[in-house]
Every structure is written in structure tokens, then in C-alpha cells.
């Protein structure tokens, strides 16, 4: 069971360190310059993306969606919390100090980054019929059509 757990926690802190790297890189490189922040702030959720769609891809290419999608799930959640919550204090700035917008929009905006990679990675997957239920069912019609032949009695 620890095998299944080490791959959702080693997922969630690669979240969590593409977040704490683009609040040192605008932190340290672009202080004061929203414009660049929000470029960094866009970038950084295009990787998020980009890294669960390549992990959507691997883990469904060897699991079930229900397997994989629980773990990827509470992958998102443990990397969500602390990018929400410990992320801002890395860098020095208080998780509530924008206010309640600017953190519920950091939550849409990180839940809709994961959704929309993972959904590609999926996609992506099935497209390609590589995914765990399609190569399941290729096998199956390989052992219906691969039916020895009949020993006719007389």
C-alpha cells in the first residue's frame, strides 16, 4: 500500500514545488511588476497542467480511471492546500493578506488548471486507445477470436 502512496505524495510535492519556484522567481526577479507576476502566476499553471496531463497519461496507461483518479485527486488537494496556505509564507507574504477574493480565485484557478490537464491527459489516452479499459477489451476480443478450434466427435 505505501508503493500506491509514495506516487500521490512524490505528485503533490512536484505541484508544490512549481508553485514555490514561481513565487521565488517573481519574488526575486520581479518585484513590484504585476504584469510580470501575473505572466509567472500564468506560466506556472500551464506547467501544472502540463505536468498532471503527462502524469494522467503514464498512470492511465497501467490503472484504472477509479485508481488513478483518487490518487491524482488527493495528489491536487495536499498540493493545493499547501501552495494556498504555506506557499505565500515562503516567500514572506500572509495566505490571506490579498483577501478573500484573491484566495478563493487562487483555489478556482489552481483546481481549474488541474482539471483541464488532467482531462487532456486522459483525452489524450483514450485518443490514442492506450488507456487501461481500451487495452483490457483488446485483449478480450483476442482471446474470443483466438478460440481453439473444435474437436468434432463421430
Not at 5 to 27: K, P
Not at 119 to 127: F, H, N, P, S, V
Amino acid at each position: 500500500m505505501s508503493e500506491r502512496w509514495r506516487g500521490t505524495a512524490v505528485l503533490a510535492v512536484a505541484l508544490f514545488a512549481v508553485n514555490v519556484v514561481a513565487r521565488l522567481v517573481t519574488r526575486f526577479g520581479f518585484d513590484g511588476d504585476d504584469t510580470a507576476a501575473d505572466r509567472v502566476s500564468l506560466g506556472m499553471f500551464m506547467v501544472i497542467g502540463l505536468v498532471l496531463a503527462a502524469v494522467a497519461f503514464v498512470w492511465g496507461r497501467r490503472r484504472p480511471v477509479a485508481a488513478w483518479g483518487a490518487d491524482m485527486a488527493a495528489a491536487v488537494g495536499v498540493a493545493l492546500l499547501l501552495t494556498v496556505l504555506v506557499g505565500p509564507l515562503l516567500v514572506g507574504d500572509n495566505p490571506f493578506g490579498g483577501g478573500a477574493g484573491t484566495f478563493f480565485a487562487q483555489i478556482w484557478l489552481y483546481l481549474a488548471a488541474a482539471g483541464v490537464g488532467v482531462l487532456l491527459g486522459y483525452l489524450l489516452l483514450t485518443a490514442l486507445g492506450l488507456d487501461h479499459r481500451s487495452q483490457s477489451l483488446k485483449r478480450y476480443a483476442e482471446l474470443r477470436a483466438s478460440k481453439p478450434r473444435r474437436v468434432v466427435r463421430r
